[in-house]
């Protein structure tokens, strides 16, 4: 259910590497990664997809969504929903199954607001939106996540 993408070389993840990816294929588990040197206008870094498919066992009743959590606002840096290392662990000690990220009381979905994203929607980051990233000095919406735990 979740896709992993990095630089193969330096491991960073896909999208600090400064390349544009295709339509569609920006990491995703239905259309994994893709960088074709049309699109990005210079050759594609060396990239790695790992595929995490969840272990629930024989009982997919079992895993359940969290409530939707708004954990910070988009002022000062921006909004961030961080979850793992650099967050917290909304599933008791185990690692998120998936993640849907959208904005708080329009129920917009993060990848159609057109804003520029940092964290783009992982089970294992979280969601991340920088000021600094955005045009005209818009600020990042505020957004809201929710995690499906085993």
């Not at 040197?37 to 050759?43: A, M």
């Not at 929903?81 to 979905?109: A, K, L, M, W, Y």
């Not at 600094?132 to 000095?137: E, F, H, I, K, R």
Request: aromatic share 10%; with cysteine.
């Amino acid at each position: 259910m979740c896709a992993r993408c990095r630089d193969r070389d330096t491991h960073y993840h896909y999208y600090a590497t400064g390349d544009t990816y295709n339509t569609d294929h920006d990491c995703s588990w239905e259309n994994g990664l893709v960088c074709t040197s049309d699109v990005n206008g210079k050759t594609c870094k060396d990239y790695e997809v790992n595929f995490k498919c969840p272990n629930i066992g024989t009982c997919p009743a079992c895993a359940k969504w969290t409530p939707w959590m708004d954990r910070d606002n988009p002022s000062g840096n921006g909004d961030a929903e961080h979850v793992g290392p650099t967050g917290f662990n909304p599933c008791s000690g185990h690692e998120p199954i998936d993640i849907q990220c959208r904005v708080t009381g329009t129920n917009q979905p993060w990848d159609q607001t057109g804003q520029v994203i940092k964290v783009k929607c992982t089970s294992s980051e979280g969601f991340v939106c920088e000021n600094s990233d955005q045009p005209s000095g818009e600020f990042c919406k505020d957004y809201e996540v929710r995690f499906l735990c085993p």
